[in-house]
């Protein structure tokens, strides 16, 4: 229900409230008064008439009481004037004491004298005979009942009801008894009753109890009209209404019902005042109620519905820079302003929100590496341009599908795995250099981080999956460890070229010491052997002339005196150069691609000895070599290379600590340790120590405190790559300034 | 007079085979590493000429030489090292100091030759100065 609606709904029921309240107040007010006003003036007439009706009564009373103490009256009744009727009671006698009729009873209640006047005809009648039997045998009126000052009233008789007044009869001069009752009788016919009603002004009727004549209102008004009571009154049809009161008879009983009629004007007029009034306010209500609607919708509704719709076209549109056009400084211009504050606030809240979405999507954009979401479902919900140059599909053909269907060649089974497990521990997985095939068909390697993240509802948690393409990384890490190896060679090499060109000196240099010396002993040893033959004659003089001969005595002692030491050092360097190839080839490993069990012994003295170039002008190398140490399955060669950094740098820590040996030469201790299921390999060196701000940085990739040229900053990175990554092992070192370091690599024993 | 040789080295091996060799050629004596060769320097005795290995613990061949210019300028020192290319990676203002870079294993003839020719420049030196 729009509110315009309402408000017209509202209008319409306070209308019909108003109209029917209005109605109710005029019509209690003014009818009820009306009825109020008007039941007082019929009740006022009806006391108007009885009132009149006893003025009458007085009246003959008055009279009769004239006439009954009238000595003349007396002396009638005494039979002393027999003229009396006809002298004084002609009709204009009846007719000037406006009487009907008289009688006149003697002491013992006979009659005495009667006379009736029919006023219209004018002629002296007989009294009706009903009429003086009704009298005569009326007890109140009996001599003895009579009141001294007579009785005066209605009496009603078969022959219609009747004003009467009876006096006892006495003297003027008021001594003795009465001699008898006059009684004045006027009749209270129809016309009289009319006339009453013209004398009083009054529309008047009377009818006597038990009268079959009385008309049906009067029948059934007289029931409830009580003799002592006031005049009851009821509307006679629809213009009049009537006063209904009894007059009492003599006998002080209900004998005359009197009707007052009077026209109903008053409330008559009452009622045209409340048509008139509810025909105003018929005509008022709806003017009023369509005012009232006007001027609701121009200052209210219109307004309102205005705002309505300009907060609806907002809400379409869903714009919240927009704002709400308000004039006006009413309670309707300030919702509107606070409707353009919330919208400010949600136009901040708005782009704040944006500003987040575009820095989202910045940071999406700018992550350079494969990133992936799937939802508990393992559908895929994200996919980016990395993911999408690496694996050669847009976000429209692998978006909504399972991550295991969308066509990558690679090991599903290893995905679902790692999914799974990342799924059920709750924490990261990381697969490092997985296979997959490119776009192009060639392999490539991937790293790739599974981490869960919770998803819109608590259905389950989505998987982000954070990748690499290590490819060329790895290839470029292969060629960086291969250049460190050949450089560690070429450093090697000049050092190992040193160790065999020195015995090489010597071995020659001895060598041609003994070519000499058997030159210069060959005739000595001819003329030997010429003695041995048995051919000593052929010497030119005796043999041991000619053995003299064959050598320089001073050549002789000194060869026999050096030779034995020339053929120990040619010996000598031999051995020192098959020591150094040996150490050379069982250092460098040549062609262990795999792991295999080897001896660790064995190889790290291979080691020390191929470096010993290195070392052994700053340091003596020591070893403790576990006798018992099982084989290492491990990749010998790389192990090597690791020992070699570790001895190179323990070298140069200690020509640092020793000014290049000038203040002493430092030792290297290397040893062996089996623990469990480990072997432990310590190289500990008498360097000055690693100082606290660089220790965090010692295995980082190209991070070296030699000058430029001496050191590529690769030897401890790739000897933790090595040890870490392909071995599963540990390599840390423990170091005190100005004591020295040792470094302890703790390999597997059955590899990894 | 006898021009006298200074063998210095910290091989013995390297010192008693030249020892064995030239001892009844050449006026010689050995010092086994640098710190020996400048005690014999500071003995008394005058050489003409010294032959120095390089890659000596304590100090290296060069520094030795410096300061056995420093004691007799006009010695005349032969380096004869292990090490390839050696002249290359001495500092060019230290070259000058030796009279002659030769690599191990350098023939005993050679060496000889060498030591002769270091001996007669010695003299000339020498005369110059007197």
């Excluded at chain 1, 008064?33 to 108007?48: F, I, L, N």
């Excluded at chain 1, 001073?554 to 053929?567: F, H, I, M, N, T």
């Amino acid at each position: 229900m729009t509110l315009r609606r309402k408000a017209l709904l509202s209008v319409l029921v306070t209308m019909i409230g108003l109209l029917t309240i209005l109605y109710l107040v005029s019509k209690v007010i003014l009818v009820d008064s009306a009825v109020r006003m008007e039941t007082a003036d019929v009740q006022a007439q009806v006391g108007k008439v009885r009132d009149y009706l006893s003025g009458e009564i007085v009246f003959l009373r008055v009279q009769a009481s004239n006439w009954a103490t009238w000595d003349d009256t007396v002396s009638f009744l005494a039979g002393h004037n027999p003229n009396y009727l006809d002298a004084n009671f002609s009709c204009q006698a009846f007719e000037g004491l406006d009487l009907d009729f008289l009688v006149i009873l003697d002491s013992q209640d006979q009659l005495g004298a009667s006379r009736a006047c029919d006023r219209q005809t004018y002629k002296l009648l007989p009294v009706d005979a009903n009429f003086l039997d009704v009298l005569l045998k009326d007890s109140a009126l009996h001599y003895d009942k009579l009141p001294t000052d007579g009785l005066a009233g209605i009496l009603l008789t078969s022959s219609g009801p009747v004003l009467l007044a009876a006096q006892p009869i006495v003297p003027s001069s008021a001594q003795g008894p009465a001699r008898g009752t006059l009684i004045f009788g006027r009749r209270l016919s129809s016309d009289e009753i009319h006339s009453i009603g013209k004398a009083t002004g009054v529309d008047v009727q009377a009818f006597a109890k038990g009268d079959p004549q009385m008309p049906a209102d009067m029948q059934s008004e007289s029931s409830r009209v009580s003799p002592g009571g006031a005049a009851a009154v009821a509307a006679v049809g629809t213009d009049q209404i009537a006063g209904y009161q009894w007059v009492p008879d003599v006998h002080n009983q209900p004998g005359l019902l009197l009707r007052v009629t009077s026209a109903d004007a008053v409330l008559a007029e009452s009622q045209r005042t409340l048509r008139s009034l509810i025909l105003a306010i018929l005509l008022a209500g709806p003017l009023f109620g369509t005012l009232i609607l006007v001027l609701l919708e121009r200052l209210v509704l219109a307004p309102l519905a205005g705002l309505s719709a300009s907060v609806a076209g907002i809400a379409r549109t869903g714009s919240p820079s927009e704002r709400v056009r308000m004039a006006g400084h009413d309670e309707l211009a300030s919702l509107g302003s606070s409707i353009n504050a919330m919208l400010a606030a949600l136009e901040r809240s708005h782009e704040d929100v944006r500003r987040a979405y575009r820095q989202n999507q910045q940071l999406l954009a700018a992550i350079s590496s494969i990133l992936i979401a799937v939802d508990e479902a393992d559908c895929v919900t994200l996919w980016n341009e990395i993911a999408e140059k690496t694996f050669g599909m847009t976000p429209g053909e692998t978006i909504g599908r399972a991550l295991v269907d969308c066509g990558i060649r690679w090991d599903r089974a290893a995905i679902e795995a790692q999914i799974q497990k990342c799924r059920s521990q709750e924490q990261p997985v990381l697969l490092r250099g997985f296979f997959y095939q490119r776009p192009g068909g060639r392999d490539g390697l991937l790293n790739l981080d599974f981490s869960t993240f919770q998803g819109q509802d608590s259905a389950g948690s989505g998987i982000l999956i954070l990748g690499d393409d290590i490819t060329q990384q790895s290839i470029l890490e292969a060629q960086l460890a291969a250049a460190q190896k050949l450089q560690a060679i070429g450093q090697l090499a000049a050092g190992i070229a040193h160790e065999i060109n020195t015995p090489a000196q010597y071995v020659g240099d001895n060598m041609l010491f003994l070519q000499q010396a058997f030159a210069d002993l060959q005739p000595l040893l001819e003329a030997d052997q010429m003695v041995c033959d048995g051919q000593d004659g052929l010497c030119p003089s005796n043999l041991a002339e000619c053995v003299r001969g064959a050598i320089d005595p001073s050549d002789l002692s000194y060869y026999l005196q050096e030779v034995p030491g020339a053929v120990d050092r040619a010996l000598e360097g031999i051995n020192r150069v098959t020591q150094i190839v040996r150490a050379m080839r069982e250092f460098s490993h040549p062609g262990s691609k795999s792991k295999a069990p080897a001896d660790l012994n064995r190889a790290i003295a291979s080691t020390i000895t191929v470096a010993r170039n290195e070392y052994k002008h700053v340091a003596d190398v020591t070893t403790d070599f576990d006798a018992n140490l099982p084989p290492v399955t491990c990749l010998a060669g790389e192990v090597n290379q690791v020992v070699l950094n570790l001895l190179v740098n323990a070298a140069h820590a200690i020509a640092d600590a020793t000014s290049n040996g000038k203040t002493g030469k430092g030792t290297i201790a290397v040893s062996t340790r089996r623990d469990g299921s480990f072997v432990e390999i310590r190289v500990a060196d008498t360097g000055s120590g690693i100082p606290e701000e660089i220790r965090s940085r010692v295995f980082d990739p190209f991070f070296t405190t030699k000058e430029p040229g001496k050191g590529t900053g690769q030897g401890l990175s790739l000897a933790h790559s090595v040890i870490v990554e392909q071995h599963s092992g540990t390599i840390h070192f423990e170091t005190q300034m100005g004591v020295g370091t040792t470094f302890i690599v703790r390999l597997p024993l059955e590899g990894a | 007079m006898t021009q006298r040789v200074l063998f210095v080295d910290d091989d013995e091996m390297i010192l008693k085979t030249l020892q064995c060799l030239f001892g009844r050629r050449l006026s010689l004596s050995i010092a086994l590493g640098p710190e020996q060769g400048l005690a014999l320097l500071d003995g008394g005795e005058r050489y003409a000429v010294a032959v120095v290995d390089m890659a000596m613990p304590v100090m290296d061949g060069m520094q030795f030489i410096a300061l056995a210019k420093a004691r007799d300028p006009h010695l005349q020192c032969v380096v004869l090292s292990g090490t390839v290319n050696l002249r290359d990676q001495v500092a060019p203002e230290s070259r000058s100091l030796v009279y002659e870079f030769l690599e191990k294993p350098c023939p005993s003839a050679r060496l000889l030759a060498v030591i002769k020719r270091a001996q007669e420049q010695h003299l000339l030196a020498t005369a110059a100065v007197a």
